[in-house]
C-alpha cells in the first residue's frame, strides 16, 4: 500500500506497526523492508540494504542459515513490500543518506530488533489491551526498538524538510540485543566521513519529560558460547570410561566466578544458560552454555575474558574433556563527548514538554552503540547517546514493557534541533576525554 501521509502525523500508528511484527538479531526482515517504504516516501539520495549497510563478513551473533531463510518467508506472509524484502538477501538494516549541500555529516543510530521472549496478553498490558500486541509467538519489542526506528523516521524526515546543510545519514542497526550490529556497521564505509553521532534509547527509568543528553561510563561486554565435548558411559557400570562434560562445566562456572577483580576498576562474569546431558544415568558428552563478561573500560573487559577462556580450557583439560568459546556479541567502552551532549542538553531545554534535563550520566549496563561511537571519535568526530524519557509500567525486557507514546515527538524535535544546530555553527574541538 502506497505511503501517503507525513511520519509525524504518524508516530504512533508506526510505532505500533513495528510492535506488532518484532524479529531477532539478523532476522529483521520485515522490519528492514517496512523502513526502506518509508525512507523511499521521505525521499533520500541513498539507500542501503542489507549487506550494502554495513561489512557483512563483520557480523556477529548471525544465526543458521535455515533460521533466516525462516524469518524471510515470515516476513513475506507478513506482508513485508517484496521490491525491499528481495534486495536483502541474507542479511537486514539499513542506512538512509541525504545530501543538503555543503557542511558537515551528521549520523544517528537507532536499533531496529526484538527479544525472544513472549509478551503478556493480559488485558491489563496496552498493547493487549489495544490490539497491537506481539503477532510473533515468544518474541516482543520488550527495549523500545519499535519506538527507536519510529523516531528514526520522524527525524529523517524533519531534516529532509529543513534547513539542514550537510550530509545526514540514519544507521538502522540490527542485532542491537545480541551486540552483534554495531560492529559490521562501524567497520564499513558510510561511518568514515561521520563529523557527529548521535544515538539514542528511550525510558531506562527515565520519565516522560526527561531527556539525559550524554550516557557515559558503560560497560565493555563480549557475549561469549561455551561448548565442553567429552566421552558418553554408563554412570553406573563404567563412569571410569567416561570424559564428564558436566563436570568440566561445573568446574568452569565455580572458577569463573572466582576470577579475581581488577584494581583499575569494575568487572563482571556471568553465566546464564546451561543446556546438555542425555539421562541420569549416562555421563554426559556435550554441553552447552552462554555467558558474559563486563568491563568498565574496554580493557578490563578484554582481561576477564582472557581470565574466562583461560578458566574454560583448564576446567576441560582437568576432565580430559575438549572446549571451544567464541565471541557471540561484543562492544567496547565508549563515552558521550561532553560538547556534543550539551547542545543536545540546549535543544531539550528549549523544548516545551521537556521538564528536566540531565546533562551526564553513569550508564551501567552496555550497548553497542559504542562501537560506532568509538569509530566516530578515534577519527576525530564526536559522539553522544542520548536517553529520551518515556513513563514505562514495568522494567525493560519485562512481558509487560510499554512505553508512552508522548515521547515520540519530544524525541523526534529535540534531536531534530540538535542536528540542525550542529550543521549551522562553527566546528566543534574534538573531546580528549579517553572513550
Request: with cysteine; glycine share 8%.
Amino acid at each position: 500500500m502506497p505511503v501517503t501521509t507525513p511520519i509525524h502525523e504518524r508516530l504512533s500508528d508506526l510505532r505500533r506497526e513495528f510492535h506488532q511484527y518484532p524479529e531477532p538479531a539478523w532476522r529483521e526482515f520485515y522490519t528492514t523492508s517496512r523502513l526502506a517504504e518509508e525512507i523511499e516516501y521521505i525521499g533520500v539520495d541513498q539507500l542501503h540494504l542489507g549487506r550494502e549497510a554495513m561489512n557483512p563478513a563483520e557480523r556477529l551473533a548471525v544465526p543458521s542459515a535455515t533460521e533466516i531463510d525462516r524469518w524471510r518467508e515470515q516476513a513475506r506472509e507478513d506482508g513485508a513490500p517484496a521490491e525491499f524484502l528481495d534486495r536483502l538477501e541474507d542479511c537486514t538494516g539499513a542506512v538512509a543518506v541525504l545530501e543538503h549541500g555543503d557542511g558537515p555529516t551528521v549520523a544517528l543510530r537507532v536499533d531496529i530488533d526484538g527479544l525472544l521472549r513472549e509478551e503478556s496478553p493480559d488485558e491489563t498490558h496496552h498493547p493487549a489491551a489495544e490490539g497491537f500486541r506481539s503477532r510473533h509467538d515468544g518474541i516482543m519489542h520488550a527495549c523500545g526498538h519499535d519506538a527507536h526506528m519510529t523516531i528514526g523516521l520522524g527525524i529523517l524526515e524533519a531534516i529532509a524538510e529543513s534547513d539542514f546543510s550537510g550530509t545526514f545519514k540514519v544507521f538502522f542497526q540490527p542485532a542491537e540485543e545480541k551486540a552483534g550490529g554495531a560492529r559490521p556497521m562501524a567497520k564499513s564505509e558510510h561511518i568514515v566521513d561521520v563529523d557527529y553521532l548521535f544515538a539514542t534509547h528511550v525510558g531506562l527509568d527515565h520519565p516522560t519529560g526527561e531527556i539525559v543528553s550524554g550516557m557515559v561510563k558503560p560497560l565493555a561486554v563480549s557475549n561469549l558460547s561455551v561448548t565442553f565435548r567429552g566421552k558418553s558411559a554408563h554412570a553406573g557400570l563404567a563412569p571410569n570410561e567416561g570424559q564428564n562434560a558436566m563436570q568440566a562445566l561445573g568446574t568452569a562456572i565455580q572458577n569463573a566466578y572466582a576470577i579475581p577483580r581488577h584494581v583499575d576498576g569494575t568487572t563482571r562474569v556471568n553465566i546464564g544458560r546451561v543446556e546438555g546431558g542425555t539421562a541420569q544415568n549416562v555421563i554426559a558428552e556435550r554441553i552447552e552454555a552462554e555467558a558474559e563478561v563486563r568491563g568498565e573500560t574496554t580493557h578490563l573487559m578484554e582481561y576477564t575474558k582472557t581470565k574466562f577462556e583461560n578458566t574454560a580450557h583448564a576446567a576441560a583439560a582437568m576432565h580430559e574433556c575438549e572446549v571451544d568459546v567464541t565471541v557471540d556479541g561484543q562492544a567496547p567502552r565508549a563515552d558521550s563527548d561532553p560538547e556534543l551532549a550539551a547542545i543536545v542538553g540546549e535543544s531539550a531545554r528549549n523544548h516545551h514538554d521537556v521538564d528536566h534535563v540531565i546533562d551526564s550520566i553513569r550508564f551501567g549496563a552496555s550497548e553497542d552503540a559504542t562501537y560506532l561511537m568509538d569509530a566516530v571519535q578515534k577519527q576525530g568526530g564526536l559522539a553522544t547517546y542520548v536517553i529520551v524519557g518515556t513513563d514505562h509500567p514495568t522494567g525493560h525486557h519485562t512481558a509487560t514493557f510499554d512505553i508512552d507514546e508522548a515521547s515520540l515527538p519530544i524525541a523526534v524535535d529535540v534531536l531534530t534541533d540538535a542536528i540542525c544546530t550542529v550543521a549551522h555553527r562553527d566546528p566543534l574541538p574534538s573531546s580528549e576525554e579517553d572513550s
